[in-house]
């Protein structure tokens, strides 16, 4: 069964402060991993995907396949990255299996 | 291009009685899922169309839940006889092949 865990239902730092928001998995085979962020009152929304190796409004991600986790970082927090942050998994890519498994959220709060 | 629109925002009915909920996918977009989020956890997936072909169905889509995409464009979620614990967020998202999923603004739907 495909499984995503994240551990932390709130995170609290302040501006400036480096953030590490974690992400563990549980999938046979290589999945593709997400994260989506909901800022308040807007739609989820794609933050990063594992297979672009890239990094969005400062935030980075690496696959982990030993531990399996996926952790989002940013060195340092600023007050609009306040938001719920979902990591995310499906089957790989090109593969049959799109559907998306979603963590339970990690709500993100940069204080000023 | 608006995105994936959904409607209606908000629904809200009686429990016993029938609702209909409707989405629009980004045009150029050939998949379109629905998932369904509770309040605490993230969303769950329900079904997923490639096209006009219902590929895959969650086991929480019981016999009340009916999904349809009748020309792979547009796709109704109706449920039949609600319950109390139908109340949810519906999403719906679409991609293109093997791209990222796209989410709509969801319908909410409170059960009386």
């Known amino acids: 069964a495909q499984r995503v865990t994240q551990p932390e239902k709130l995170l609290s730092v302040f501006k400036g402060a480096p953030v590490e928001l974690k992400c563990n998995y549980s999938y046979s085979g290589s999945p593709e991993l997400f994260w989506y962020v909901q800022y308040s009152r807007q739609r989820l929304q794609l933050l990063l995907r594992?297979?672009s190796r890239e990094s969005i409004k400062g935030f980075t991600a690496d696959l982990n396949k030993g531990e399996t986790s996926f952790h989002l970082k940013k060195p340092f927090a600023q007050e609009e990255d306040s938001a719920m942050y979902y990591c995310?998994?499906?089957?790989?890519?090109?593969?049959?299996?799109?559907?998306?498994?979603f963590g339970k959220g990690t709500l993100l709060t940069v204080n000023p | 291009d608006t995105g994936v629109s959904q409607n209606p925002r908000h629904k809200i009915t009686k429990r016993g009685q029938n609702v209909t909920f409707r989405c629009d996918p980004i045009s150029e977009h050939n998949r379109l899922y629905w998932y369904r989020q509770t309040l605490g956890q993230g969303p769950e997936f329900l079904t997923y169309?490639?096209?006009?072909?219902?590929?895959?169905k969650s086991r929480l889509l019981s016999d009340r839940f009916s999904a349809e995409r009748p020309k792979g464009s547009f796709s109704t979620l109706e449920i039949q006889r609600t319950e109390q614990g139908d109340s949810a967020m519906y999403l719906c998202a679409s991609s293109p092949g093997g791209g990222s999923q796209h989410f709509g603004d969801g319908t909410r739907l409170s059960i009386l």
């Open positions: 594992h297979i």
């Open positions: 169309f490639q096209n006009e072909a219902q590929l895959e």
């Open positions: 995310a998994l499906s089957g790989p890519s090109g593969g049959s299996n799109y559907k998306l498994t």
